[in-house]
């Protein structure tokens, strides 16, 4: 879904994917933190809580696992759909992802990806080109 940053540092977030996060008072919340392979990964409050469970079940012994854990909660920002469904992302995570004002938001199984629009474009390109090559890891 192709859309675009206005002045506040918000982005519609697509209907169909927002009834996932719509709790029963009508409100609509993410938690969002930024993702890998440069997008900011926005997460529902249930499957939040499950990211959350993992990360603080794994062992922190060693150095990476401790970087994630920091990392994820460091840059994690939560944000409420206003009535037209725009979701306010803060100007830090923009910026770490390079979105200024062209963007991409991505269903990705259970959570949704935000992307600058020209990098989400190469990146959907090398995804297509590897596809290719690793055929055989992609159900016919």
Known sequence: YQTSVDDKGRVIIPSRLR???RDPKGAVSFMMTLGTDGCITIYTPGRWAEVETE???ASQGTSS???RRRLLYTQAA???CDRQGRLRVPPSL???AGISRDAVVVGVSDQIELWDRARWETY???MLRERE???EAYPE
Do not use: F, H, I, Y
């Open 78 to 80: 939560e944000g409420e």
């Open 19 to 21: 009834e996932s996060a």
């Open 55 to 57: 990360v603080n079940a």
């Open 133 to 135: 090559r690793d055929a």
């Open 94 to 96: 923009l910026q770490q």
């Open 124 to 126: 959907k390109t090398e």
């Open 65 to 67: 696992a401790r970087r």
